[in-house]
């Protein structure tokens, strides 16, 4: 059975002043990981950060960031009060390359998020907050 141990819980501002602490606890949750992997992985969860930073609505502006490791994973899980994700731009993902969406104002996120990720989802919960789980597998090193 794998022990969670919940790290952080953060409620901020839905501001891009909130990104750099988020990151910097990103960073450290992901500390065991080799440089190239831990950089790669926090540039997918960081895009799960931005979306949820511009696309909140701003009646509640406030994202709510949790990081919870185990021995084998870290899961990063983001909470924002805005506008649904629909179903079509979900099954887009299996199905669209970089080059699809490079020249693109947005879209970009959501599929960097599925390539790097070792696991995500996206739901809402019973309040209406969007809430990505971006999942990681917390290898160890020599």
Same mark, same amino acid.
């Given at each position: 059975?794998?022990? @969670?141990? !919940?790290?952080?819980?953060? &409620?901020?501002?839905?501001?891009?002043? %909130? !990104?750099?602490? !988020?990151?910097? !606890?990103?960073? *450290?949750? #992901?500390?065991? #990981? *080799?440089?190239?992997?831990q950089i790669k @992985?926090?540039?997918?969860?960081?895009?799960? #950060?931005?979306?949820?930073?511009?696309? %909140? &609505?701003?009646?509640?502006?406030?994202?709510?960031? %949790?990081?919870?490791?185990?021995?084998?994973?870290? &899961?990063?899980?983001? @909470?924002?009060y805005g506008a649904q994700i629909s179903d079509i731009v979900l099954e887009n993902l299996s199905t669209q390359t970089f080059d699809d969406v490079l020249w693109e104002e947005s879209g970009r996120g959501l599929l960097i998020i599925n390539e790097i990720?070792?696991?995500w989802s996206f739901s809402r919960d019973e309040q209406g907050r969007n809430i990505l789980k971006i999942r990681m597998r917390d290898e160890l090193y020599d």
């Open positions: 059975m794998l022990t @969670k141990q !919940l790290m952080v819980e953060v &409620d901020c501002p839905s501001t891009s002043t %909130s !990104l750099p602490i !988020l990151h910097h !606890l990103s960073r *450290e949750a #992901l500390q065991n #990981l *080799e440089e190239e992997d @992985k926090c540039f997918a969860i960081n895009e799960g #950060l931005i979306n949820a930073i511009q696309y %909140s &609505d701003r009646t509640n502006a406030s994202i709510s960031f %949790s990081i919870i490791k185990t021995e084998e994973y870290t &899961d990063f899980i983001i @909470k924002n990720a070792d696991e």
